[in-house]
Structure formats: structure tokens, C-alpha cells
């Protein structure tokens, strides 16, 4: 099996790249951030504090987890329901970011994302996948832009599904989340050490897509 792993902070394009790239190789797309958010909603919904791993912990046993493929496109189900949708608000990326400090957390996930890369050719995003889950991935790419570019991109994209957002207040949550994920004690997030990198600060997705793939096709 092959497997491709894409890490780096969030809104630096990732999860748009991965699928296009993941499309043209005919290689199924893991987005392993909506692992964790599911398991930020399911905290919120039973109204405990998901920085807490004393309160997360025990809730892990009661959670079910499943990652299907409609059409190439990545559902996750949480107890069987489909929460793809409802886990993409702000409020729920704080959650995920929160729950996925707790070791208890990060290794309840391990084995999911490891057993998607046992059984298909993947292109897996995350924060840790080229230095935890899959440390032999064919190829790694770390991919960045400024917070400011990556808080433009969320705020467009909520702009376009016609949502009241602020700008200040999503890249606040970027600073956040990104100071949250690099800085927590377990897995977090930076470049491995054999990761490519790529800024794509100045670039806009067309030519972010076109970078990795041409990345990809050099070294896979
Ligand atoms: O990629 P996405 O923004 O959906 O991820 C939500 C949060 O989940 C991130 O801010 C990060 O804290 C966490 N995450 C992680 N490890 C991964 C994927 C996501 O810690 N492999």
C-alpha cells in the first residue's frame, strides 16, 4: 500500500489539496481532523469540558467511530449517526483542538488511522501523520502559509456558505489553535524531519494543488 501523508496548521489548504491529489491517484482520502472533532462534538453534547482529559477519558468507551466512502468523499460516523456536517463549525474545531491534547484521546485514534493505511492507498491529513501515525509514508508534506492567508481562506469559506463570521475573530482562533496544536506535550504538530515543505502563503488553491502534486509525482 502507499500512503501519502500532508500535515500542517489549519486553513493552510490541506484537506482541498489532499482530496485533489487523493482524486488523481485514485488513492482514498483520510481527513483525520474530523476524527477528532467528532470526538470534540460528542464531549460538548454531553456538556463536559473537553480540555479536561479527566472528563474526556471516560467518555471514550461510549464512542463508536467509522469512516465511509461515498463517491470518494469521507463520511465519519459517530454512534452511527453522520456528523460530517454538523462537525465543521468553529466551535467544534476548538473542541477537537482541545480533546486532541489528551493522550488517552490521540491513542483511542492510533489504530483507526493506521488500519485505513493498512487497507487502502491513502492520502492521510493531519497534524502528526508524517511523525506518529505513519512515519513510513512514501511521501511527507508539511504545508504552511501565513495565519493571516489561512484566516482569509476559513473566513471566504464561511462567506461563502452565506455565514456571519469575523475575520478577527477566525484568525484569532488560528493563533489559538495553532499555538494549542504545536505546543501540546503529545504529538504535536511539526514538520518531520523528512517532510517536504511547502509555503503556500502567495499561492492561490490552483496552484497550491498543482505544487503538490507535482511533489507528489517526484517522489512517490
Ligand atoms: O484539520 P482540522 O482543522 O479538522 O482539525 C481539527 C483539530 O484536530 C486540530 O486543530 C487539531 O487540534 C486536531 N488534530 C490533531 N491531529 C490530527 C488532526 C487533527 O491533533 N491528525
Redesign the pocket.
Known amino acids: 500500500m502507499k500512503a501519502i501523508a500532508i ?1 500542517g496548521p ?2 493552510a489548504g ?2 482541498t489539496i489532499a482530496r485533489a491529489v487523493a482524486q488523481e491517484l485514485q488513492f482514498i482520502y483520510v ?7 467528532s470526538i ?1 462534538l460528542y464531549a460538548v453534547r454531553k456538556g463536559k469540558d473537553y480540555t479536561d482529559g479527566a472528563q474526556v477519558t471516560p467518555l471514550l468507551p461510549g464512542i463508536r467511530l467509522e469512516l465511509k466512502f461515498v463517491e470518494g468523499t469521507q463520511r465519519v460516523f459517530l454512534n452511527g449517526e453522520d456528523v460530517s456536517d454538523l ?1 465543521r463549525t468553529p466551535e467544534i ?1 476548538m473542541a ?2 482541545g ?3 489528551i493522550p488517552a484521546v ?1 491513542d483511542f485514534l492510533f489504530d483507526l ?1 493506521r488500519d485505513m493505511a493498512k487497507e487502502h492507498n491513502v492520502v492521510m ?5 508524517g511523525t506518529v ?1 505513519l512515519p513510513d509514508a512514501d511521501v511527507k508534506i508539511f504545508l504552511t502559509a501565513s495565519p493571516e492567508a489561512r484566516a482569509r481562506r476559513r473566513f471566504d469559506e464561511h462567506a461563502a456558505k452565506g455565514e456571519k463570521v469575523s475575520y478577527d475573530d477566525i484568525l484569532r482562533d488560528v493563533i489559538t ?1 495553532d499555538y ?2 504545536s505546543h ?1 506535550a503529545v ?1 504535536p ?1 511539526k514538520q518531520a524531519s523528512d517532510a517536504l515543505l511547502l509555503d503556500t502563503t502567495d499561492m492561490d488553491l490552483k496552484e497550491s494543488i498543482q505544487a503538490v502534486k507535482d511533489l507528489v509525482a517526484g517522489h512517490l
Open positions: 500535515d489549519a486553513g490541506k484537506s481527513d483525520t481532523g474530523a476524527l477528532y472533532r470534540g462537525i474545531a477537537a483542538s480533546v486532541s491534547a490521540r488511522q491529513d493531519g497534524r502528526d501523520i501515525v489553535r494549542n496544536d501540546r504529538a504538530l
